[in-house]
């Protein structure tokens, strides 16, 4: 076979390995599967345990508040829960309908559900599917409730926790949430239907806007 | 995944400017380096004299294939990351018409224009104003033609979506089209090379 | 001692005369192409996009018209999309960087072949004046089939064509086809 190819002019050596990797190509078919998906696990273990994979719900008011719009953050629970209250900046996805979800995979995509069990195994599904920056939000809407829209008084009554609680009564109200002052007070924490959504400032979303600039065309 | 590298925020827009640079000096010394910085070379392809706007075209379009689909198989770079851009069928169409006429007329299609610039070719500079003339006069009239230059959008879609075949079955088509092709444009210049220019 | 610097002069005229006035044959059209290729490939690995040319001259004509009718490029979506929002400099643009690039690697490569001359390229049978008059209506038709198409050769044919994109496969096929039907009614520019 060797003699063959040292036998053909250039042209020809170039046409025959064009054919050999067109033939190949042929045999491949279809790279790309959309059903079947290939998983590091090592680097996945290796993520969850320094807990790459996941924020806490302070990091995401923060962003929040500061307006940083350079993610994109899902809901997973049904809409009717959504339209009841969701975490402002967030966009309804239910579960099901992940996967078929118009997300490119460079973009930053933070899920959140209930407890958050859920998004913590969405968040496997999302890695499995190739997406290099996905958080889940850990403890869910629960946390963000308990933490962020309900913080309670701290138990102990030093220094830092109060200051602490200061800084989350700030937060709190941000949101349109209710700090809870005394430790006394065991009323349920209900979630006002129709809780004032705070304004947020925002940078440019993400995803480009109709005025951006033509960017990738010829 | 871990191309394409801009998308994933290996560098800033400032660094791929500089890369546009770069790869732009590339382009434009392959370009001269098949001569088609000359629009009497560009336009023999027409008359069958000199097939190589065939040969280095597909040459250049299966060997960037061939590298997108081998890339992609073995996960290095993630294609629905690359820009394609939406089909227009009837506006492509009727701008690749024209292109094609425009083509023999000036003797040069942008790209090679520029070449053609940079090594001396007055016909190439006036050629570039026109360009410029012409999208100017798009541009002045383009309230006219924006329904027409909506039209027919396919969306982004590629010829194995469009007819539903495997991907790498499409690149063996393409690559044996290209083969034929290059034989066939090699017996076009033997047979017409010996007419007088 | 200026006998030796003769000697030297000489040489080196020479050497300029061999090296940069004397054209080479082109390299092997495949060769050319192959190259062509890899740095299209490397646009799309390092980018995520291709090449193009007939864009950068969009965003000159834009920011030219934008300087003396401000006002016009308002209601003109076409022109809206070369500028943008205003933020950023509308020729701070990735073709416009590649086109300059472009120039100069054309430069180079006609350098090293000896192929720069001051010239102009035509047929034996057409008067240079009417070359020209021709080559204005031809890019004149291009850079307008250009933008209706949503790029040229560059653009559309080798980097739509690599990623297999329909409209760019048909655009490729019109432009052979249109090339070659007009060519018998140009034929005294060119043969």
């Not at chain 1, 403890?139 to 963000?144: P, R, Y």
């Not at chain 2, 292109?99 to 070719?121: K, Q």
């Not at chain 2, 329904?147 to 879609?157: A, D, P, R």
């Amino acid at each position: 076979m060797t003699k063959f190819f040292n036998k053909l002019n250039l042209n020809n050596k170039l046409a025959f390995i064009a054919i050999v990797l067109g033939l190949t190509a042929l045999i491949i078919g279809s790279p790309t599967n959309e059903t079947k998906v290939t998983i590091n696990p090592n680097d996945l273990a290796l993520m969850i345990s320094k807990g790459a994979d996941h924020i806490e719900v302070e990091e995401l008011a923060d962003w929040i508040i500061q307006g940083k719009m350079d993610y994109r953050l899902l809901d997973l629970r049904d809409d009717k829960s959504f339209n009841e209250y969701h975490i402002p900046t967030a966009e309804n996805v239910p579960l099901s309908e992940l996967m078929n979800y118009q997300i490119e995979r460079n973009e930053k995509v933070i899920i959140y559900s209930e407890g958050g069990i859920h998004s913590s195994q969405a968040w496997f599904l999302l890695k499995s599917k190739g997406y290099k920056s996905a958080y889940f939000i850990i403890g869910g809407l629960d946390e963000w409730k308990d933490e962020i829209l309900f913080p309670s008084a701290p138990a102990d009554s030093t220094s830092e926790s109060l200051a602490q609680f200061n800084k989350m009564k700030e937060v709190s109200k941000f949101f349109g949430g209710s700090p809870i002052e005394s430790t006394s007070n065991t009323t349920e924490k209900v979630i006002v239907p129709y809780l004032t959504m705070p304004k947020i400032q925002t940078t440019a979303p993400v995803g480009g806007t109709t005025k951006k600039k033509k960017k990738e065309g010829c | 995944m871990n191309a394409p590298f801009y998308k994933f925020n290996f560098f800033n827009d400032e660094v791929s400017l500089i890369i546009a640079f770069v790869i732009g000096i590339g382009f434009g010394f392959f370009l001269e380096r098949a001569g088609f910085g000359s629009a009497r070379k560009l336009a023999a392809q027409f008359y069958f004299r000199d097939m190589s706007v065939l040969k280095v075209m597909f040459s250049a379009i299966v060997t960037a294939m061939i590298g997108l689909f081998y890339l992609n198989w073995i996960g290095f770079i993630d294609l629905s990351l690359v820009y394609k851009g939406d089909t227009y069928l009837l506006p492509q169409i009727a701008g690749g018409m024209l292109l094609g006429i425009g083509f023999v007329v000036g003797g040069y299609c942008p790209g090679t224009s520029c070449v053609a610039v940079s090594t001396g070719r007055i016909d190439g500079i006036i050629y570039l104003v026109g360009v410029i003339a012409g999208i100017f006069f798009f541009g002045e009239i383009f309230p006219l033609l924006s329904g027409f230059f909506y039209s027919t959008n396919m969306g982004e879609i590629t010829l194995p979506q469009l007819i539903n075949l495997p991907y790498g079955l499409i690149v063996f088509l393409v690559v044996l089209m290209a083969i034929s092709a290059f034989a066939g444009a090699e017996w076009a210049e033997k047979k017409f090379r010996n007419k007088k220019t | 001692m200026s006998s030796v610097s003769n000697i030297i002069n000489e040489n080196i005229s020479t050497v300029e005369e061999k090296v940069l006035k004397t054209p080479k044959p082109y390299w092997n059209p495949y060769l050319s192409g192959i190259g062509l290729g890899l740095v299209l490939l490397a646009a799309f690995v390092i980018m995520g996009r291709g090449l193009g040319a007939s864009g950068a001259f969009s965003s000159l004509v834009a920011v030219g018209v934008d300087k003396v009718a401000p006002a016009h490029v308002q209601s003109n979506q076409f022109y809206e999309e070369y500028l943008g929002d205003g933020t950023t400099n509308p020729l701070k643009d990735w073709l416009v960087f590649e086109v300059l690039g472009v120039f100069v690697g054309g430069f180079i490569s006609g350098a090293l072949g000896g192929r720069i001359k001051k010239t102009t390229e035509k047929g034996n049978r057409i008067s240079v004046r009417n070359r020209l008059i021709f080559a204005f209506i031809g890019g004149g038709l291009m850079g307008f089939g250009a933008k209706l198409a949503r790029g040229c050769t560059s653009g559309q044919a080798l980097t739509g064509g690599a990623l297999l994109n329909v409209g760019s496969w048909a655009f490729m096929m019109m432009v052979f086809a249109g090339a070659y039907a007009a060519a018998y009614f140009l034929r005294r520019q060119w043969i």
